[in-house]
Every structure is written in C-alpha cells, then in structure tokens.
C-alpha cells in the first residue's frame, strides 16, 4: 500500500519527469542539430570540427534549415549516458548498426578492419593466418581487459600469436591528440612492423603519415566466426525519438552519393553494404 510520502515523491518524480522533457523539446525545437562528440578523436570528430562525423553533421544541419549545438565528452564507457541519455544533445554521428544503448538510422557506410604497414617493407598481409605473424611485431588497440577486444586481438589469440603482439589503448593519453593514432604512428617510425587496426582510423593517419605507408583489407576472416571484422556504422538517437531517426534516414538515403565522396576523401576503406529485399541498404 503507498502512503501519502510515496504518492507525494512519486507526483514529485512525474513532475520533473515532465519539466525535463518539456526542457529537451524546447531545445531540440530551437533550430539546432544538438550533436554527442569526441573533442579529440580524428578522423571521427574534434573540437575543429575537422573529423568526418562533423562535416556529416553540418551537411545534415545544413539540409535541415539547422546550426549545429556540440555537446563535447571524452567518447570512453560512459559516453552515451552522460550525454544522449541525460538529454544534452540529440544524435550521435557513428555507432553500430544495431547499438543496444540507443534507436539507430540505417547504416551509412560499411568498413572493415585492415593491416597498416611500411610500404618499404613490402609485407601485402592480408590473412591473420599468415605464417610471418608469428614472428613480426603487431600492434593493435586494446580496450580493457574484460574480453571487449577489438577482433583482430582476440583471433590473434586464438592463433597463438601472444608473445609478439603489443597493446596500445585506444584511450591512450588525452592531453594529446588523437591519442588512438599512436598505433599508426608505431608502424611509421617502425616501432612495430604491422598494426591490425580499424579501417576508418587507419586510412586517414596513413594517408597522412609522413612515412608512406600500405593499408590493406584483413580478409579470410570466416574461421574466427562469429568473430565480425566489418561492421555498418549508422547515427544513434536516444530510443522512441522515431521522428529524428526517420529524418536521419531520409537524409541518408538522399546523400549517399555525397557522404560515400566524404568518407573516401578521409581516407575510409568502403565495404558494399548489402541491399535488402526492397532496394534499400540494410
């Protein structure tokens, strides 16, 4: 049985509950695109709007009549919760087809994981079941240590290949730039001999590195199933925001010609995203 204190705090509850949506519509209606983003995290986004996923946004704002309004956070655990769930901004411009913290648009594009090497060293690696890996220095990105590895790390694992590889945080040391193109950077200065890295952040530093540098496609992957190394990458808005997701959609389905033009000019490998039964991507 409630009692009049718990009738009161839940009143009170509805209440704010209320005030905070009302707040949340009101700023989602004043002409602004409220976007999540990294302020340090190239090629994705920074605070100079330089990544892809900023210009994406302004080509969305643009085509919406909208400015844009960045809620800036460190896009570590936690991310989406302090920022898209408390209600401080509206979309986030790259998560996973699929991601299970918010209601995602169609994917935009497609991309896989890749090898990054010196061309000078003329490896052309493209199997994690290739014989030199059990002797060349491979670097990739650790997340934690609680199984959440990137796919290579963990097929590189089951492969036996342990004692030769080494872990750079895709976290690493915020007060410096980009702190996950360490890893590209040790392939560059010969630190490592191969980096197994996401394609997005591998084509843009090696397209830039001052040491040339060969990214190819990791392939040969279905014996590490069901292990994924290519994955559809869509925007996310906060669940039961339909309205939002539905004009995202219809945006990328008008632009795909000119966000593919965008993706390539920084650098991303481009897998085919597959067509469903009625035409459209997946």
């Not at 905070?20 to 999540?36: E, F, H, K, P, Q």
């Not at 643009?62 to 769930?85: C, D, M, N, P, V």
Request: with cysteine; charged share 20%; aromatic share 8%.
């Amino acid at each position: 049985m409630r009692t009049p204190a718990m009738r009161l705090r839940n009143s009170a509850i509805a209440v704010a509950l209320v005030i905070g949506l009302a707040s949340t519509a009101a700023a989602a209606s004043d002409g602004a695109l409220r976007v999540c983003a990294d302020p340090n995290n190239l090629p994705f986004s920074n605070s100079a709007e330089a990544g892809f996923e900023n210009r994406l946004a302004a080509m969305v704002a643009e085509h919406f009549g909208e400015t844009i309004a960045y809620t800036w956070w460190a896009q570590r655990r936690g991310f989406i919760r302090s920022t898209l769930k408390a209600g401080q901004c509206d979309v986030v411009m790259g998560v996973p087809k699929g991601y299970d913290l918010v209601e995602t648009t169609k994917p935009y594009y497609r991309s896989t994981y890749v090898f990054v090497s010196r061309q000078d060293r003329k490896l052309d690696l493209s199997s994690l079941r290739d014989p030199r890996l059990h002797h060349l220095a491979i670097g990739v990105h650790l997340i934690g240590d609680d199984g959440n590895n990137p796919p290579p790390a963990q097929a590189l694992g089951e492969e036996g290949i342990v004692d030769n590889v080494r872990g750079y945080s895709i976290y690493g040391d915020y007060r410096q730039a980009n702190p996950p193109a360490r890893l590209i950077e040790a392939v560059a200065s010969g630190e490592i001999d191969v980096a197994a890295a996401w394609g997005p952040l591998a084509g843009y530093f090696a397209q830039r590195s001052a040491v040339p540098l060969t990214v190819t496609w990791i392939t040969d992957t279905e014996a590490f199933a069901p292990q994924q190394f290519q994955f559809a990458i869509a925007m996310g808005v906060r669940k039961g925001d339909h309205a939002l997701r539905d004009r995202l959609n219809a945006f990328i389905d008008g632009h795909r010609s000119e966000i593919g033009s965008l993706l390539r000019s920084y650098g991303v490998p481009l897998v085919e995203q597959p067509v469903t039964a009625s035409g459209g991507h997946e």
